[in-house]
């Protein structure tokens, strides 16, 4: 993966209130979340440089769970170490772009295609409040982030396989690779929303095959959308800075 530098703090994590450790968890893993939760979420920047002294201090640990947690991330490849002190988060180019949603769209068509067969009623209720939510929010485009993130992340559960969720949650870990939401593209939150409301509508009619169809469909238009995201950036610089990626953006 390329990585850069950006002209942004090193230690960018120590104005956020670190997370709680949760009960019996290990500091290793506990940093490993933390650390995987803010790359998620977009709140470390490609190319930015993390000092295991810096995440250290943001957790208030030592620094050996810290190193564990830079080694567990560079192998999964969030993270890319070097000659330098620490480790940089990664950077995709166009090819691993073009990979990461060919896997995407494998895996969110085999989410929607068994939560048509699984989900429970209050679970496609649910589903459907938030397709609403998002028909409300079409003018909100950081709230139409974290909208889309849940309406996927409710699918995804709503597909009762714990061993398609971990594959999941490994593709949105490295979606938070990618810095900018396509929302910021014009006719692209009227376009997802449309697609969403065909995918829970397939869901709640049990219909497995459309509903896996239509997710996969959803994917190869959002890549579509990455994509011309990437040639136009620079010309659209402005209204990127306002739009980060957030969740499972598009």
Known sequence: MRTRRHKVPRSSLLSL????????????????????????TGRLWPGEHLRESDIAK?????RTPVRQAFHSLVADGLLTSGPWNGAMVAELDQNQLVELYAVREVLEGAAASLAAKHASDPEIQQMLEIVASEREASTEPSRL?????????????????????????????????????????????????QEHIRIVDAIRARNSERAEGLARK?????????????????????????????????
């Open 145 to 193: 982030v974290l909208i889309n993130s849940e309406l996927h992340e409710t699918i995804y559960a709503a597909a009762h396989n714990r061993y398609l969720m971990q594959s999941l949650r490994t593709v949105t870990d490295a979606l938070g690779l990618l810095r900018h939401s396509t929302f910021v593209l014009p006719g692209s939150v009227e376009q997802a929303s």
């Open 58 to 62: 943001w957790l208030r640990i030592s």
């Open 218 to 250: 959803h994917v190869s238009n959002a890549l579509a959308l990455r994509l011309k995201l990437t040639r136009t950036a620079r010309s659209a610089s402005e209204f990127l800075e306002a739009a980060p990626i957030g969740v499972s953006s598009p």
């Open 17 to 40: 209130a670190p997370p709680e450790v949760r009960p019996g968890e290990a500091l290793g893993d506990y940093a490993l979340r933390s650390l995987r939760d803010v790359i998620r």
